[in-house]
């Protein structure tokens, strides 16, 4: 008998899919049992039947498998932990990633304030024991972070491998030298102790995915691809490319660690986005030396399939490596086939095609799961912003999860990816600027290398509302900035978003370096920047700052910023630490969600716009003191409930039929209220109070809404718009009676047994007759059974300061939020919410492999 050790299923699956058809494993096989990972699980398997794994996997292309499995944790200093001796037996178990802040109780007390979300940061040790990959020792074995918040060190076995200060860098350590035979200890100490620290939530701990690569030691490099791919229009006069095509222009960096000079045949394959071959070459390096480029390849793709925010088509390029024959590497590399183009005067435009820029900034925070990485959670939020128009996203302001930017391919958004919030000048005591000097040029060439190839980025930004703009220092830093940018990549301009809008007095406007100007706020300037930038090309990289409340109106009826100006720091918290949903406040660096968009429509040279922001995050809680720990700035709640603007961006930026009314119907009989409508594809609205017609408003001018002053009386308050007299849509608002009943609501009820899918449930008060009741507050508990449990809870007050991990949460004006996980076992999950004097409810997930 020889026995096999595994340490992950996907190994397990590696290893049983070398046996020969109809040969099996003969005994111990199902005791690997799914979600579990440990160590000293081994499969036995009979010696003559099973070729042994280690002759076939010397010359066996790459593996890269999630690393996440098994780790242990211990919140607080453990520095004898980086020894392989030690013993984490009391540790707890956990699977990346993990973000331990977010699992932390609020407080005013805690060091990185309300400003960074007001929960626990600290020091924080990993540890995984892990079996050494088949062969290590004639392979390349690497280990990859995709983000860890901040200062990571690494050791393994005992041996410092290095640390990274940035928490938003991936980064990586070739350990194959370091293993041994049997058992690895790995240790990761995460630093985020000195604050305040970011301006933003930023969560601790290792919070991005970690993977666990293996090549041959001939390989292509890590972000060793390069492919630009310019689409070229039709042109009947070029005799020689008379048709629409694309130039993919490929290079490759191939590492050769055998320590000898080695040669080697390359072939390049791209696939076209239905899978089929459509073109092949390959060439041969005579002379590979430790590290070397590949001369750039060309190739001419004929009527190519565009990558663009409708169509977002993706072609795939495979680098094979081979010797004597045989593929020794494998390294695949998703690229889209687009141009763009920004004109000073034109604005934007995509494949030919103009096109204003519809954007969002968005923080990293998944709201209630904290900053730890999950693809549906980021999906969710990309869906909630496509649905509403958004066609582009700002990572403000840190490069952001790769898998972020794999979803904005797929499903078409724009990035503008950005790599600081500072440069040597802080904001905070204990920010980046600390590590700046030593560590910007590498962490500005990781963030290109790592996402050149994504088809959605069109922007790189050196940097947000930098302070080195007020300082001759920032000539020669921008200077220094852009060229690291363009040594890498020139296909994409480079921009920086600034604030100082007389360029005399902004050095890095001074530069002359940057492709674009990038204005954040000062909507006012849009009017006349052609006069005073004549030739200059122009977006607004930031704007808005409106302050909101998913349900709380307070209908004043002027404008308010808050706070009011640069010396007063908070508004004198109204008593419900709330801003109102009319659209009515704004920071005073800002301007209203209405005012900003009315400004950058009108003009073609705004080549378009980044609202801040597209969602509420944890964090900089202005214009209120504790207990306010989260923003207001959202377009959409921390919980994912839209609030009210969502429906004037919808109704100016797609083309699906518009009518949303607000605000609820439950009101002080007499009271004098507003009633907004947006609506779009329709002429005219008509508003009826219990029948009886309030009038027809039609939006003039520059109107993005129209109103209609109401003496409230209970009832139904209906709105229909109509085109060409015919009717578009109807909404009605109900007044409701008192809470009777939950309902729950899922975004999607089946979801995938995978440990990771999530499903989201609404929960919402109602009266009896089906209402939402529009300030319902119950407290809601929660029961799940069967095969998930609640990743967390929210409701998206921004001064709750109930924990985010619990089976309970209040309603907040009618709403709270669960979000069901499922574990590795298919089956059902079942979730049960009750609540005191209302009748409970009851709803089930099916889960599958
Ligand atoms: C901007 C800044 C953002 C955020 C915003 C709030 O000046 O770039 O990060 O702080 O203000 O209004």
Request: with cysteine; glycine share 8%; net charge neutral.
């Amino acid at each position: 008998m020889t026995t096999v050790p595994v340490n992950t299923i996907s190994e397990f699956r590696s290893i049983t899919s070398f046996l020969p058809n109809g040969w099996c494993l003969t005994s111990h096989a199902n005791e690997f049992s799914v979600g579990e990972t440990s160590t000293d699980r081994t499969v036995v398997i009979s010696p003559f039947r099973f070729a042994p794994v280690e002759m076939t996997t010397a010359h066996e292309p790459r593996t890269r498998k999630s690393f996440n499995m098994g780790w242990k944790f211990f919140l607080g200093d453990e520095p004898g932990a980086k020894s392989p001796a030690f013993t984490d037996s009391k540790w707890r178990k956990l699977t990346l990633p993990h973000d331990w802040s977010i699992e932390g109780k609020f407080d005013e007390k805690n060091p990185a304030k309300p400003e960074g979300g007001g929960l626990p940061t600290g020091i924080g040790w990993y540890r995984k024991e892990f079996i050494a990959p088949a062969n290590f020792q004639s392979r390349l074995i690497t280990v990859e972070f995709d983000g860890v918040y901040k200062n990571s060190e690494v050791w393994i076995n005992g041996k410092y491998l290095g640390k990274r200060p940035y928490g938003y860098s991936s980064f990586s350590y070739e350990i194959g030298k370091y293993l041994k035979a049997g058992k690895n200890i790995i240790a990761v100490k995460v630093d985020n102790s000195a604050q305040p620290d970011s301006r933003w939530y930023s969560g601790s701990g290792i919070y991005r995915n970690v993977w666990l690569t293996s090549t041959a030691k001939i390989a292509v490099a890590k972000w060793g691809t390069s492919v630009r791919a310019d689409f070229v229009k039709a042109n009947a006069k070029d005799v020689h490319y008379p048709d629409p095509h694309a130039i993919v222009e490929i290079n490759t960096k191939i590492i050769n660690e055998t320590g000898r000079i080695q040669s080697a045949d390359v072939i390049e394959k791209i696939y076209d986005p239905n899978g089929k071959l459509v073109s092949n070459l390959t060439y041969n390096v005579k002379k590979l030396g430790k590290e070397q480029d590949m001369s750039t390849k060309l190739f001419d793709l004929k009527n190519p399939m565009l990558w663009s925010v409708e169509n977002p088509n993706q072609y795939k390029l495979v680098t094979q490596i081979l010797q004597n024959g045989k593929i020794i590497d494998s390294y695949e590399t998703k690229f889209g086939i687009r141009s763009f183009n920004f004109d000073a005067a034109k604005g934007f435009s995509l494949n030919g095609k103009p096109m204003k820029i519809y954007g969002v900034c968005l923080h990293h925070d998944l709201g209630a799961l904290g900053a730890a990485v999950n693809v549906r959670a980021m999906e969710r939020q990309l869906e909630i912003m496509k649905e509403m128009g958004v066609n582009a996203i700002r990572t403000a302001h840190n490069p952001p999860a790769p898998e972020f930017l794999d979803l904005c391919d797929r499903m078409g958004f724009l990035v503008m990816d950005e790599a600081f919030d500072m440069w040597a000048k802080k904001k905070t005591k204990n920010d980046y600027h600390l590590n700046f000097p030593e560590w910007h040029k590498r962490d500005l060439e990781d963030m290109v290398l790592r996402d050149r190839n994504h088809p959605s980025i069109i922007l790189w930004s050196i940097g947000n509302e930098i302070r080195e703009q007020f300082d001759s220092t920032g000539i020669a830093l921008t200077k220094e900035l852009v060229s690291i940018v363009k040594n890498l990549d020139t296909s994409r301009p480079v921009i920086s978003a600034l604030t100082e809008t007389d360029s005399t007095k902004n050095f890095i406007y001074q530069a002359k370096a940057l492709d674009i100007y990038g204005l954040n706020y000062n909507h006012k300037k849009y009017a006349d920047f052609q006069e005073n930038y004549p030739g200059v090309k122009f977006l607004a990289t930031e704007t808005t700052s409106g302050l909101q409340t998913r349900g709380f109106y307070d209908t004043a009826d002027t404008i308010r910023r808050w706070p009011r100006d640069g010396k007063t720091k908070f508004v004198e918290g109204n008593k419900e630490w709330s801003a109102s949903s009319y659209d009515n406040v704004s920071a005073y660096w800002g301007s209203t969600h209405e005012e900003t968009w009315a400004a950058a429509k009108k003009y073609d040279h705004v080549s378009g716009l980044f609202v801040w922001t597209g969602f509420d995050y944890l964090g900089e809680p202005l214009p209120y003191p504790w207990p306010a720990r989260s923003s207001y700035f959202g377009i959409v709640d921390l919980a994912g409930f839209p609030k009210d603007s969502y429906y004037m961006y919808q109704s100016e930026w797609t083309n699906k039929p518009v009518l949303h009314i607000l605000p609820h119907w439950n009101w002080e009989q007499g009271k004098s209220i507003e009633v907004w409508a947006y609506y779009n594809n329709a002429d005219e609205v008509e508003l009826y109070l219990n029948g009886k017609s309030l009038g027809k408003k039609i939006k003039q001018n520059d109107d993005l809404h129209v109103l209609w002053n109401v003496n409230f009386e209970p009832g139904t308050l209906k709105a229909i718009s109509r085109k060409n007299g015919k009717e578009v849509l109807v909404r009605e608002v109900k007044t409701a009676g008192a809470p009777a009943k939950i309902e729950l609501i899922a975004d999607r009820k089946n979801i995938k047994a995978d440990g990771k899918d999530l499903s989201f449930i609404t929960v919402r008060i109602l009266d009896e007759n089906g209402n939402v009741v529009p300030n319902a507050d119950n407290l809601v508990d929660f029961k799940v059974e069967g095969s998930g449990f609640i990743a967390g809870v929210d409701n998206g007050f921004q001064a709750s300061l109930e924990p985010f991990k619990a089976n309970y949460r209040k309603a907040f004006h009618g709403l709270c939020l669960a979000i069901l996980q499922s574990t590795e076992k298919s089956g059902n999950i079942k979730l049960t919410a009750t609540s005191n004097g209302l009748s409970s409810s009851s709803i089930t997930i099916n889960t599958e492999k």
